[in-house]
């Protein structure tokens, strides 16, 4: 073969070479096949035990309702019955994490909030949503939405 051929072929197996001696150096012992539940059946073994030990930020509506059955109750029968309670009130953190004092619990009760679904976007398919949309500027401005609804349940009036 001539040498305008030969060189680049070898450059070629000595970087695919190389590629399988760093790969001895850099891929973890304990990495490969290790069973059916993961994209393409490759994961780090070691990894499932630091997954699971990691913190749990957010517990679900579930854990919500043991002390706050009231308003889960009356989320579940309104027109907010499919969002989680974390998505307005944000994580609560850690099993065990939760604040014992509600009176300092710091609760986002600004407009801007609801807005991100209730946002009327001039898109073709936004006629389709089952959220209302409301016109920011026209639908009392000046005010927050919690004052005149209740974010469990938006049809009824604040009390």
Known sequence: MKRHVLHPLWVAIGL?????????????????????????????????????????????????????????????????????????????GPPGNHPDNEEYLPLNKERDLCMRCHASLEYPDAARSELPAIHDRRHKRRRECVECHNPHDPREDVE
Not at 70 to 85: M, Y
């Open 16 to 92: 695919v070479g190389l590629i399988f001696l760093a790969r001895l150096f850099v891929v973890p012992d304990d990495f490969g096949v290790h069973g059916d539940s993961f994209t393409y059946n490759y994961h780090r073994l070691s990894n499932v035990q630091e997954w699971q030990e990691f913190p749990v930020k957010y517990q679900g509506r579930d854990s919500c309702a043991e002390c706050h059955k009231d308003n889960v109750r009356t989320q579940r029968r309104g027109p907010h019955k499919r969002i989680q309670c974390e998505n307005c009130h944000g994580p609560s």
